[in-house]
């Protein structure tokens, strides 16, 4: 198993800050990385797949980048409905394992 | 609307199986991959696995091998989680999810709780 090693588990934040939440792989993954969101009670959110790519409907203030092991999601100006837990996941092999999570939390 | 409707709550005994449905709205299972994840409570996604309902290929996670079996109905457009011999510790909401390999759609969950 691919292990991907998130950080921080915790962030505390303001509205218009810009935050960068990290996510560590074990081995190469060719950036085969996907973010999600998810709030309380509800399902997880696609955000970003393929490291850089925005889903459909997703604000531009959020941005992903990196390569071979090391990779970032970064939300440039924080807005209250940003929110939440943070996911990453490698689908480069399976099983396609997540990271711990990032509970963003408002300051 | 492309969707992912799953079946509900429920509530199990040790011992007990338990089938879980997701069905597509909008949507025909037989487009791509259908992903289970499992989210234990307060905690993080774990891959369970994944079922090619085209070709009933399956990807079993290691830790979910030999617990659980998926299965797809191609003409109602549904896929199945069954949980054998349901444990304390499979007390979790369990997500369907499809969309390629990166999760695009995700069902509401079903919350199973096993309790004597």
């Known amino acids: 198993d691919i292990q991907m090693t998130q950080s921080p588990p915790s962030l505390s934040a303001s509205i218009g800050d810009r935050v960068t939440i990290t996510c560590r792989a074990r081995?190469?993954?060719?950036?085969?990385l996907a973010w999600y969101q998810q709030k309380p009670g509800e399902a997880p959110k696609l955000l970003v797949y393929?490291?850089?790519m925005l889903e459909s409907g997703v604000p531009s203030r959020f941005s992903g980048r990196g390569s071979g092991t090391d990779y970032t999601l970064t939300i440039s100006s924080l807005q209250p409905e940003d929110f939440a837990t943070y996911f990453c996941q490698q689908y480069h092999s399976t099983p396609y394992t997540f990271g711990r999570g990032t509970k963003l939390e408002i300051k | 609307e492309v969707q992912l409707v799953q079946s509900g709550t429920e509530v199990k005994k040790p011992g007990e199986s338990l089938k879980i449905s997701c069905q597509g709205s909008g949507y025909s299972l037989t487009s791509d991959w259908i992903t289970w994840v499992r989210q234990m409570p307060g905690r993080g996604l774990e891959w369970m696995g994944r079922i090619d309902p085209r070709s009933s290929y399956i990807n079993y996670g290691p830790s979910f091998q030999g617990h659980v079996t998926f299965s797809a109905d191609k003409s109602i457009s549904t896929a199945y989680l069954l949980l054998s011999s349901l444990r304390a510790s499979d007390t979790a909401i369990y997500y369907c999810t499809a969309g390629g390999s990166q999760s695009r759609v995700w069902g509401p969950g079903t919350l199973v709780t096993v309790s004597s």
């Open positions: 393929a490291t850089s």
């Open positions: 081995q190469d993954i060719s950036s085969s």
